[in-house]
């Protein structure tokens, strides 16, 4: 998406047809961050200036982290009158059996990463 003068990247981007609103998703691989609002919050007025419509709903967002500290967050949200919420995700350590035997082992990969160095 094109802010300004510069391309930006939104990591999700969705339109929710029951609420009839985009919803404009940032995916963070660390901790909340209070930065995060912030760059959220440019992507959500982009959003509402270039591609919403007057039938629209105002655009939500959302920032999916590794973790985040409730009062953090609090504190970081009460800076905006935008709707936005966080949450956190977790990975899952066990693999589904049905997909254990089609994806390589760890040692396989490694296997093949050293045969390509060579």
Sequence with gaps: M???RKERFIDLLFYHLELRCY????????DFEAEHVG???????????QRKKDIDNPTIGMIICKTKERIEVQYSLESTSQPIGVSEY????QLPNNLKSSLPSI???EEQLMKMEN
């Excluded at 919803?23 to 660390?30: D, N, P």
């Excluded at 760059?39 to 200036?49: E, P, T, V």
């Design 107 to 109: 040692e396989e990969l």
């Design 90 to 93: 977790q990975l899952s350590k």
């Design 39 to 49: 760059k959220l919050g440019l992507y959500i007025s982009a959003i509402n200036h």
């Design 23 to 30: 919803v404009v998703i940032e995916l963070k691989a660390t």
């Design 2 to 4: 094109k802010i300004g």
